[in-house]
Nanobody
Framework: QVQLVESGGGLVQPGGSLRLSCTASGFTFSNYRMRWYRQAPGKERELVAGISSNGGTTDYADSMKGRFAISRDNAKNTVYLQMNSLKPEDTAVYYC??????????WGQGTQVTVSS
């Protein structure tokens, strides 16, 4: 079965850091582009960051640039999101997504990130 399992979320104070992980199984991870999305209560899901299948290209939403970094380790079937200088508005459920073309797209269950003092 295809699985994407996020971990690493939690409660952090403003200005703090977290590293999220998403570990994949059941498909050829190295063939998939990986993305992180987030969804806050009452808001639409938004793209946070993306990384190409070999890790050579990364993209970020404007509000994440300079604070967040996406990376992947294909040997471990894992994609990471390093989050620094966290703000209360970063509070959301964070999801990882794997995509290959138009046919294949998989989602994890999400992990809660809460930024609060």
């Amino acid at each position: 079965q295809v699985q994407l399992v996020e971990s690493g979320g939690g409660l952090v104070q403003p200005g703090g850091s977290l590293r999220l992980s998403c570990t994949a199984s059941g498909f050829t991870f190295s063939n998939y582009r990986m993305r992180w999305y987030r969804q806050a209560p009452g808001k639409e899901r938004e793209l946070v960051a993306g990384i190409s299948s070999n890790g050579g290209t990364t993209d970020y939403a404007d509000s994440m640039k300079g604070r967040f970094a996406i990376s992947r380790d294909n040997a471990k079937n894992t994609v990471y999101l390093q989050m620094n200088s966290l703000k209360p508005e970063d509070t959301a459920v964070y999801y990882c997504n794997a995509r290959s073309g138009l046919r294949y797209s998989y989602w994890g269950q999400g992990t809660q990130v809460t930024v609060s003092s």
